[in-house]
């Protein structure tokens, strides 16, 4: 009875565990299906968004008080690891028999459901958490210490390849998730993880959470950047203010709770002419505003008039002040967290919810009105130049409707410095923003003039204006472009509906100048007319990287990656591999001589911290580097092997090799790390678990049994009627790549004025061949504060800037 019993219970839980298993798969399925309805996008932003939902769940566990620290390191194959000191993911079985952790990383939502005690605040974007993370990643690995152990878990696209495993003893807690995304979901193979993108976001998130530590480290190149701060948004306002003269030293700060929705705000006015007001909602950067944005905007407006009112400030000023001059120069961060937050707009990032206004606004009303009390010669500042700013606004308007007359753009006629196209379907009309007069003759002989119109912008002139934002409307290569669009101008007075062209595409020079000159532009969208960019309108050009020369021959070729291309078909023209594989044809020669390409680059982004000699070996000779670390014995036998292969082979340079075994704990094996000695240059090559279980290890062994199945060294290569023999791929790809070179002349492209109009027409124009960058309102966010640098009075930051760019320019020259 007992028996049949315990039976029947096994085979129940069976069954609910078939049932549970189905409903994961489906589940998973639903999502690599329809990865925008998760993440937002498969392009960068989607990428990136990844990375995001696994922090996110580490700053949770922050803001529940059991966090500090959150590092984050970014692999050379691109693959990541975001690790926290948290009290870990629970490991115990959950339910049909799935722990705990493997219920969170593969059923939809269940994140949060663990955690009752405190409210999911930071969530992410789409607050869609780990599981859909992992179902998007060609790998995945958790690993958790929690309750005296280390516990370890790994997927492949969401589906556990095995149970959870115990594997070592630990008086820690945290977890630890490592995933590369998955390359069918992100189909763009040149999406990399940046590094400047992770670290504003961390930064960000520093500065949301004071107390909480991001670290974030790039093995592809060594750098490091660490994020801290103890005062977190006064520090942030200090940040965007840096480049900036603060109007008053301090810092005005507060911070409250009304309604359940926390409130914390910092402000300072800077002599510049912009605004600058960050919302956020639970960490989240609310691009669109919304209720707080709202509510910030009411109680700052009415608390200044007020205060000037009182102390009778406002009598060279005919009525009150108004918003936009009060806010004039105002650098400011909002964030609040609400228990359920409602995110509306075109990119769901519009605050919804409506008890926010009310307590954001009764906070400010408050406490601002104390704070100009508190600090009256402070105040009396800010409202002058809320003053001036009033009587500037006044003055522009009036020479705005002044030009706008006399170009008589609302009657239609255009500029004469512009070609414009016949077509009048705004939807297939474009306009092509040119830097200089001779790049912009040039595109006017070869654009097609049915669709395509273009307009020639002196730079210079541009490039000078270091004032007040408004007069760039006096400028009249600005005008023009006004003219051209149809839209009219000024936030709240452009009519989207009249724009004439549906792609409005940046084109500058790959130079400093250029990216200056695209800065301007794209800040001037941003500030005049933003609904153009939300609207996706905004296009930059990309022009060729390349041009290469044969003879009598010139082509001009997009990036590196064309430039491989070609390279690799004219070489194939004059080569034969002799000992190529049976049944390996060119095409799957092809493949294989780029996946080459691939392993060096892979090879040389470790090569900071190993030895490439001590790889290459480890590749050829150990068939599971897991299996290896199990035992001391096993490791001996590869170092001696090791110890073998040098002696015989001295042209490797290396002369020495000492090896030392540690036991780890933690994961119940060994590791080991290998000094060598090349060329009299010491290297110490760490081979730890990290490494063992990296998508880095294995995918350079899979390119290297991939090899072997094409062709196997040593590889015998016939040139004409030349045999050669290469024992590494790696020189034989050299030699493969040095051949296509041959008799051929080989530049960087220059500018646009180097191109003739056919080429022009052909590379950059041409719909068919020609590539666009989308702008997003991010990217004009990110040049509205390059612009700040480039234009404002501190010399330090800009300083920086030039140089940095002055970098990407020598970069870009080789
Ligand atoms: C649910 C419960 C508990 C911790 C977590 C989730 C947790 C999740 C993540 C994700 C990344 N880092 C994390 N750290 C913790 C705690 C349950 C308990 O110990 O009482």
Known sequence: MADHQLMDQDQSKKSAYDAGSIQVLEGLEAVRKRPGMYIGDTTSRGFHHLVYEIVDNSVDESLAGHCDTILITIHADDSITIEDNGRGIPVGIHKEGRSALEVVMTVLHAGGKFNNENYKVSGGLHGVGASVVNALSAHCTVEVKREGSLWRQSFKKGIPVSSIEKLGETDKSGTKTTFKPDREIFKDENLRFDFNILANRFRELAFLNAGLKLSLLDERSGKKQEFAFTNGLIEFISFMNESKKALHSEVIY?????????????????????????????????????????????????????????????????????????????????????????????????????????????????????????????????????????????????????????????????????????????????????????????????????????????????????????????????????????????????????????????????????????????????????????????????????????????????????????????SLQNMNVINLKEGKDEKELK????NIKKFDELLKTLSHRFEREVLIQMVSKVRNLEQLLKSESGINEFYLNFKNWFTQNPTSGISQGDIKILKNNEYGNYEFSLVTVKFGYKFDTVVNNQFAFSTEWKELKEMWDSFQTVVETPIQLKINSNEETFHDYVDFYQRVMDLGKKGLSLQRYKGLGEMNPSQLWETTLNPENRHLLRVTIEDAMAADETFSVLMGEQVEPRRKFIEENALLAKELDV
């Not at 009112?309 to 009598?315: D, F, G, I, S, V």
């Not at 009256?376 to 606004?393: F, G, M, N, T, Y």
Request: glycine share 8%; charged share 30%.
């Open 591 to 594: 493949k294989f001589i780029l």
């Open 254 to 570: 507060f911070k409250g709770n009304k309604e359940l929705v926390d409130v914390e705000i910092a402000m300072q006015w800077n002599d510049s002419y912009s605004e600058s007001i960050y919302t956020y909602c639970n960490n989240i950067n609310t691009i669109e505003g919304g209720t707080h944005l709202a509510g910030f905007k009411t109680a700052l407006t009415r608390t200044a008039n007020i205060y000037a009112t009182n102390k009778n400030l406002l009598k060279d000023l005919k009525g009150s002040l108004e918003g936009d001059d009060i806010r004039e120069g105002l650098a400011a961060v909002i964030s609040v967290k609400v228990r359920e937050p409602q995110f509306e707009g075109q990119t769901k990032t519009k605050l919804g919810n409506n008890e926010v206004k009310g307590a954001v606004e009764s906070l400010v009303n408050d406490r601002l009105a104390d704070w100009f009390d508190r600090n009256p010669q402070h105040a009396k500042l800010i409202i002058s130049k809320c003053i001036e700013s009033a009587l500037a606004r006044e003055a522009a308007r009036k020479a705005r409707d002044l030009a706008r007359r006399k170009t008589a753009l609302d009657g239609g006629s255009l500029p004469g410095k512009m070609a414009d196209c016949q077509e009048r379907d705004p939807a297939l009309c474009e306009i092509y923003l040119v830097e200089g007069d001779s790049a912009g003759g040039s595109a006017k002989q070869a654009r097609d003039r049915r669709t395509q119109a273009v307009l020639p912008l002196r730079g210079k002139i541009l490039n000078v204006e270091k004032a007040r934002f408004d007069k760039m409307l006096s400028n009249e290569e600005i005008k023009m472009m006004i003219g051209a669009l149809g839209t009219g101008i000024g936030k709240d007075n452009i009519n989207i509906e009249k724009i004439r062209y549906h792609k409005i595409i940046i084109m500058t020079d790959a130079d400093v100048d250029g990216s200056h000159i695209r800065t301007l532009l794209l800040t001037f969208f941003y500030r005049q007319l933003p609904s153009v960019i939300e609207n996706g309108y905004i296009y930059i050009a990309q022009p060729p990287l390349y041009k290469v020369k044969r003879a009598q021959s010139e082509k001009y070729l997009k990036d590196e990656k064309s430039l491989t291309q070609f390279l690799l078909d004219t």
